[in-house]
Nanobody, 123 residues
Framework: VQLQESGPGLLKPSQTLSLTCAVS??????????WSWIRQPPGKGLEWMGT???????YHSPPLKSHTSISRDESKNQFTLQLSSMTPEDTAVYYC????????????????RGQGTQVTVSS
């Protein structure tokens, strides 16, 4: 299973981030994995942001729920993250990952992950 994030690397405050995770080697609609977004701010630990299940249900981290949206495109076998009202505190490396848990804040909670994409929020 391979995952690859894509999206802009630099945004201004108040803009909306849109990231896509392309998945190969496994169908996102198969009853095998949960598909998650995680981020790691500089000098900090992993933060689970949200998950989309094989059936299309979505779960969001409560602190981020008000400005986070996760969706999927079954035809392209990919899932997306949108994070609105970005601030410099949202600067982080963003990862997509596959695991057998609905959420997790350790890499051991995931079986596969993308290489990560740096997102910087700066005016």
């Amino acid at each position: 299973v391979q995952l690859q994030e894509s999206g802009p690397g630099l945004l201004k405050p108040s803009q909306t981030l849109s990231l896509t995770c392309a998945v190969s080697g496994c169908s996102i609609t198969g009853n095998l994995y949960y598909w998650s977004w995680i981020r790691q701010p500089p000098g900090k630990g992993l933060e689970w942001m949200g998950t989309v299940t094989y059936s299309g249900s979505t779960y969001h981290s409560p602190p981020l729920k008000s400005h986070t949206s996760i969706s999927r495109d079954e035809s392209k076998n990919q899932f997306t993250l949108q994070l609105s009202s970005m601030t410099p505190e949202d600067t982080a490396v963003y990862y997509c990952a596959a695991g057998r848990r609905l959420q997790g804040s350790r890499w051991s909670d995931y079986e596969y992950r993308g290489q990560g994409t740096q997102v910087t929020v700066s005016s």
